[in-house]
């Protein structure tokens, strides 16, 4: 039960193994694309190409679709980034229950966002883990966990890649165990709880008034997507910029007024070098310094 690219990487993964699996869940083909066509998800294109029935209902809560997932007669059910919430009765249908792969050392970074707050945090190490659902919000007993440092500069895009086949190999090795001789599991800790609460829109505008470690860990933890952005007047009225990549650096100036011919932004503590753009309509990736250059700016131009 999966949706995106992080979960078909699992899915992958028990296939090659040798694991049985009856059916694959995810959410139904969602338009995307310039021509905004329905395009299955990654599980959904995986699990035809392996030839897994696919079974994209918008809901497990109605009677019909609760006895077909009782039909599949299944010893396990594997959570992967679903994105539907799964009621008790289909918790509970597995004879071993459900486990849910998070991309997080829980109980931090509970919920929707846990790759991107981490890097928006700062914080120096994250990981995977294997734990038992429960009703809760990523409230169940881990089993297995895996942990992987952040390094300094990394985006929420590059953690996302590292953390992908590490959790398809713990998910994996948690299968093994669990195969063998039943799997260990242990309460999460009551202190340390914190919520990845889905990213909103007014996130991604960049406040230059904030300390430069802060600016650059947000721009780097919402890289690629959606994206930190800024907007300014390039020639042809007011123009939103995304971000995609930044790292603190020194410099002093008001808030938002650029320093240099390179990129480097004033933020109230420090400044930013910008060390990727894209122009909003534009397809290319940009340098701090040929984004300045194009856009004909001058050090002491400030940005809002």
């Known amino acids: 039960m999966g949706t995106p690219d992080f979960a078909a990487a699992t899915l992958a993964r028990l296939a090659s193994d040798g694991h049985e699996i009856a059916a694959a869940y995810t959410r139904a083909p969602a338009k995307a694309g310039r021509g905004m066509a329905l395009t299955p998800s990654p599980v959904h294109r995986l699990s035809e190409r392996l030839g897994i029935p696919v079974l994209t209902p918008s809901g497990l809560r109605d009677p ?55 890097v928006m945090a700062g914080d120096a190490e994250t990981g995977v883990g294997v734990m038992r659902m429960e009703a809760g919000l990523d409230t169940g007993p881990v089993a297995m966990e895996a942990r992987l440092p952040i390094e300094p500069g990394m985006t929420a895009g590059a953690l996302h890649d590292a953390l992908m086949p590490l959790g398809a190999d713990l998910m994996a090795r948690a299968l093994a165990v669990l195969a063998r001789n039943g799997l260990g599991l242990t309460p999460q800790a009551e202190a340390g709880v914190v919520y990845a609460h889905k990213i909103t829109n007014a996130e991604c505008a960049i406040a230059w008034d904030r300390p430069a470690t802060e600016v650059a860990n947000r721009i780097n933890g919402l890289s690629p997507f959606p994206g930190a952005f800024f907007e300014a007047d390039l020639g042809k009225g007011p123009e939103r910029v995304k971000v995609l990549r930044a790292r603190p650096v020194v410099g002093s100036g008001l808030p938002g007024t650029l320093l240099d011919e390179a990129g480097t932004v004033a933020c109230s503590e420090g400044a930013v070098d910008l060390l990727e753009l894209r122009r909003a309509g534009k397809g290319g990736v940009a340098s701090g310094a040929e984004f300045v250059r194009g856009s004909r700016l001058a050090a002491g131009h400030r940005f809002t």
């Open 64 to 118: 019909g679709a609760l006895e077909t997932f009782r039909s599949h007669d299944a010893d396990l059910g594997v959570v992967v980034a679903y994105g539907i919430i799964l009621p008790q009765a289909v918790l509970d249908a597995p004879r071993h229950g459900c486990l849910n792969l998070h991309a997080s050392l829980l109980p931090r970074w509970r919920g929707a966002a846990p790759i991107q707050r981490a």
